[in-house]
């Protein structure tokens, strides 16, 4: 699976949006993007992912650029509960037996 | 929905023994689950693919005669921790495929201390 590269660690304020960037530049054409994350002492939780178009659920949006390169996950109205690592992370889509590979993923730290 | 539990969520046991923990889709069917182990500060490591009715596929570095993985049905996958020491003593997590979305479902962790 192609790398990904995230920044170690992000701040936002209450209330406002968080923006959280992934760069995935050698990622192929049938990959899709998934982002995950894990709040403290607990299994990773499903957020989003996509493939070329831009999505958008309850939780989030995922807005991935055209050239497919990178990609941003948007939490529009970040909460205190939204304190966690985030992973961004690429996998070849419809193979049943191909596990998610974690990196080091993003601490985002939400304050009051 | 998508909902994957395991048990137990804490376990603490004396070196040597084996320990058991489960891990079941609740509200799916699932052929495909995965096990994973993090230490403290660490990112998830992939242990090994589970499937459903076959051996299961390990990752290197992993021993597979000391991570026992079982994966009768489509709902429970099993992994047994057998003659486990200090060292063994992690955060074990599990995920389950959900086939018609692609998507894996993660369990809320087990946490094993090894005295």
């Known amino acids: 699976d192609a790398k990904t590269t995230q920044p170690p660690s992000m701040d936002c304020a209450e209330g406002r949006a968080a923006n959280l960037p992934c760069n995935h530049s050698t990622i192929s054409g049938n990959e899709y993007v998934y982002w995950y994350r894990q709040i403290h002492s607990q299994g990773p939780q499903y957020i989003i992912h996509g493939l070329k178009n831009n999505e958008t659920n309850e939780m989030a949006s995922l807005i991935i650029t055209e050239d497919r390169k990178s990609s941003t996950l948007i939490l529009p109205h970040a909460t205190l509960r939204d304190t966690a690592v985030y992973y961004c992370i690429v996998r070849v889509g419809g193979q049943a037996g191909t596990a998610l590979i974690f990196g080091k993923g993003t601490t985002l730290s939400v304050s009051s | ?115």
């Open chain 2, 1 to 115: 929905g998508a909902v994957v539990s395991q048990h137990p969520s804490r376990v603490i046991c004396k070196s040597g023994t084996s320990v058991k923990i489960e891990c079941r889709s609740l509200d799916f069917q699932a052929t495909t689950m995965f096990w994973y182990r993090q230490f403290p500060k660490q990112s998830l490591m992939l242990m090994a693919t589970s499937n459903e009715g076959s051996k299961a596929t390990y990752e290197q570095g992993v021993e597979k005669d000391k991570f026992l993985i079982n994966h009768a049905s489509l709902t429970l996958s099993t992994l047994t921790v057998t003659s486990a020491h200090p060292e063994d003593s992690s955060f074990y997590i599990c995920s389950a495929r959900l086939d018609s979305t692609d998507t894996q479902y993660f369990g809320p962790g087990t946490r094993l201390t090894v005295l």
